[in-house]
């Protein structure tokens, strides 16, 4: 079975320093990991994807796979960053996607 | 290229009542999935098709939820003799093709309450 994992329900920072949402999964084959974001009144998009290896809005994410982790990060957040966070997977040959319960950040002035 | 559609954004049902959910793909996409996000939980799979053809149904519950693409027309989530448990969003995405590194494209979804 897939499953996803964000320990943070709430993460608050202020405008300019670095911030990181955790992501944890549990696989056991070779999986794809994605962040979307759901802005304010906005639908969920896709933020970025592990294998395309993007800077996306200065957000980055690597894939850990000895530590199944797939943390995005920030180095100086932007109030307009303000959003809902998943992190999901997709494993195998498979088009179903695993979300995590969400991280909603707050970027505070 | 408008994106995914869903109507309506809001639906209020009463127990018992019947609910229909629908979904445009976006312009050339003929891939369909439906999601349920249920109250602080994270979106969960329900189906996937394509036109005329359900895929993979292995997240919709054994009962009363069935799921359709026709040929013509929206793709339909209906939701027979809904409990307040069904209350919840529902989210349609769409994609090109299927398969594992497609990306997959999210409506606004439909709010559903049953009272």
């Known amino acids: 079975a897939q499953r996803v994992t964000q320990p943070e329900k709430l993460l608050s920072v202020f405008k300019g320093a670095p911030v990181e949402l955790k992501c944890n999964y549990s696989y056991s084959g070779s999986p794809e990991l994605f962040w979307y974001v759901q802005y304010s009144r906005q639908r969920l998009q896709l933020l970025l994807r592990h294998i395309s290896r993007e800077s996306i809005k200065g957000f980055t994410a690597d894939l850990n796979k000895g530590e199944t982790s797939f943390h995005l990060k920030k180095p100086f957040a932007q109030e307009e960053d303000s959003a809902m966070y998943y992190c999901a997977l997709s494993g195998g040959s498979n088009y179903k996607l695993t979300f995590g319960k969400g991280t909603l950040l707050t970027v505070n002035p | 290229n408008a994106g995914v559609m869903q109507n309506p954004r809001h639906l209020v049902r009463r127990r018992g009542q019947e609910a229909r959910l629908r979904c445009s793909p976006m312009?050339?996409?003929?891939?369909v999935y439906w999601y349920r996000q249920l109250p602080e939980e994270g979106l969960k799979f329900m189906v996937y098709l394509q036109k005329e053809n359900i895929i993979d149904e292995s997240g919709m519950p054994k009962e009363r939820f069935s799921a359709e693409f026709p040929k013509e027309g929206p793709s339909i989530l209906r939701i027979q003799q809904v409990v307040r448990g069904d209350s919840a969003a529902y989210f349609c995405a769409s994609s090109p093709t299927g398969g594992m590194g497609y990306e997959q494209y999210f409506g606004p979804g439909t709010r559903l309450t049953v009272t």
């Open positions: 312009k050339g996409h003929s891939h």
